[in-house]
């Protein structure tokens, strides 16, 4: 799993890569207090929860990324995205994965339903967990 | 012929390190130092040089019921002054860490006396009286059966076990109750259940790949020594599985 400083390194490559529509940044969570045990409710520091700048946009870490997940316009861009993810953990040193394959949401479920209503935005939809209630981060200008 | 315990079958060094750990005639190797307010730091049980808080009177100053086991059965340090049941609950990587929670409950059975082990997948807890339990805690935490960066004392919270190594080397925790330091040295900065430590407690270095993969007690086919290289080991995992199976027919070798 990377720390955030790679991953924002990692991130910050892979996003110039024209044709990424959506990406989901996932991995173990790391809540801010202590959900539960007896130190429930304690703040919870760590080093590895931070803010990142990706592209144009701060992207506020809750989980320690292991998983990055793209939804790309077509074929030709997995390649690409294989291309620089080689390139950059060869650099580190660092094992890597590239998987194809259907990995988020595409079309609402009941959950989202109940979030967005009968019209959802499709871009949002297996974005963020709908409990949450904060919107997904939009990262532009960077070609 | 005097009947010689022999802890567990295998060829394999991992089968090797198990009888290892098991085997109470056999001293584990001392890795590191950690004093022992140190160890009463991570634990959280009490303040460090505090009174041990009492469960019971002294066995010497009450009255013991006329029992045959009881003067059989000599008590703890522990047991004797009265102390709390306390724990110490341990978290262990799947990628070549020292021990693991059924490898721990065996080697805690043969080498400690007073101990209430409990076995999950993915963590170890052990309770005992709170004297006891500090003097057990020092033996895991010092010798090879603990290891930095594979290895963390975890009474809450304890996710992590099977999840890939972060890229330091360290096993995920949530509570990031240790740390690696910029000169390489793992420091506790919280205890076992995630309160904030007032100093940091240094466990030492993370031991290094070589070492992880000599001392490893996990049967692991990507990252160590695979389960089906040791024909011994399934030779008598089958027979096991085999009887088992045929309890209920009586099964007559």
């Known amino acids: 799993m990377l720390s955030p400083t790679t991953a924002e390194k990692y991130l910050n490559e892979v996003v110039k890569v024209p044709g990424i529509r959506r990406m989901v940044v996932n991995g173990p969570s790391l809540p801010a207090v202590v959900p539960y045990g007896p130190a429930r409710g304690k703040p919870n520091p760590n080093s590895n929860r931070r803010t990142i700048k990706v592209g144009n946009a701060d992207m506020e870490l809750r989980v320690q990324v292991g998983t990055i997940v793209f939804e790309v316009e077509d074929t030709s861009v997995i390649e690409k995205i294989r291309e620089v993810s080689n390139e950059f953990f060869k650099d580190i040193n660092f094992p890597c994965q590239v998987q194809e394959g259907k990995f988020m949401k595409t079309s609402p479920t009941l959950a989202d339903y109940c979030k967005y209503g009968p019209d959802a935005d499709e871009s949002v939809i297996g974005l963020i967990d709908p409990k949450k209630k904060d919107g997904p981060i939009i990262i532009q200008g960077i070609r | ?253």
């Open chain 2, 1 to 253: 012929m005097a009947y010689k315990p022999q802890y567990g079958p295998g060829t394999s060094i991992v089968a090797a390190n198990r009888r290892k750990q098991m085997d109470p005639t056999h001293k584990l190797e001392k890795v590191r130092d950690v004093t022992d307010e140190d160890i009463v730091l991570i634990l959280g049980h009490r303040a460090p040089g505090s009174a041990y808080p009492t469960a019971h009177p002294p066995l010497a100053e009450q009255q013991e019921p006329d029992c045959p086991i009881r003067k059989i059965v000599a008590p703890t340090e522990g047991a004797k002054a009265g102390d709390r049941v306390r724990y110490i609950q341990f978290a262990d990587s799947m990628f070549n860490a020292p021990s693991q929670p059924y490898q721990r409950t065996y080697a805690e059975m043969y080498r400690f006396r007073g101990i209430d082990p409990g076995t999950l997948s993915g963590r170890q807890i052990v309770e005992c009286r709170e004297r006891d339990l500090e003097q057990y805690s020092k033996l895991l935490i010092e010798t090879e059966m603990f290891e930095p960066s594979l290895v963390s004392c975890r009474g809450a919270t304890v996710h992590g076990h099977s999840l890939r190594l972060a890229e330091d080397g360290m096993m995920f925790d949530m509570l990031q109750r240790c740390i690696l330091g910029a000169d390489g040295i793992v420091r506790y900065v919280k205890d076992q259940i995630g309160e904030p430590l007032d100093r940091e407690v240094a466990v030492g270095k993370p031991m290094g790949d070589e070492w992880v993969k000599a001392h490893s007690t996990i049967f692991h086919s990507l990252v160590g020594v695979a389960y089906r290289d040791d024909a011994e080991y399934i030779e008598y995992i089958q027979r096991i599985h085999a009887l088992r199976t045929k309890y209920g027919f009586m099964p007559k070798e």
